[in-house]
């Protein structure tokens, strides 16, 4: 169980198979080792291969996604992509970093960027932990916010992402 925790955390931080690559690898090792068993080639693929959608089931890809409206709720432009597989709250900073972002690229010079995940905006008004699992991320966010701009992130309780220019 410990290992299939290990990969899992990996996978989410990394979004990469090499912490599966590199578990088939120790158990065909062992099966080898232990058991004078020598796996196949095309069973390891077929244990990475199996592996891989079990975490990938299991834990989720995620997308990111938001919209940029104007002052008065016009649709400005909207974003979207895939962030492999990852957790609620990587995908709210990635959203939030990718769509204040484009508005910085933009010009745009008076942003109010919306979330509904109160813990984000939370992470975002707080001094960083150096230990917090995205402090890079958050630091990235936060660096951008602090631009010569009137940048502001707020709280709302629907369940979309948004930014707003104003001016």
Known sequence: EKIKEWLKCWVEEQGSIIPVLLWVIWRS???????????????????????????????????????????????????????????????????????????????YSHVCCQSDCLYVVQLLQQESSHYHRYVVLLDKIKELISRHWTCQVIHILRGKFLCRFFG
């Open 29 to 107: 090792r062992n099966n080898m080792i232990f058991k004078g068993k020598l796996d196949k080639v095309a069973d390891l693929k077929v244990w990475v291969s199996t592996w891989c959608s079990a975490i990938i089931r299991a834990y989720g890809a995620a997308g990111v996604g938001g919209l940029v409206r104007d002052n008065t709720g016009l649709f400005m432009l909207g974003f979207y992509g895939s962030i492999g597989i990852s957790n609620n709250i990587h995908a709210e900073l990635v959203a939030m970093w990718r769509g204040l972002t484009l508005c910085w690229e933009r010009g």
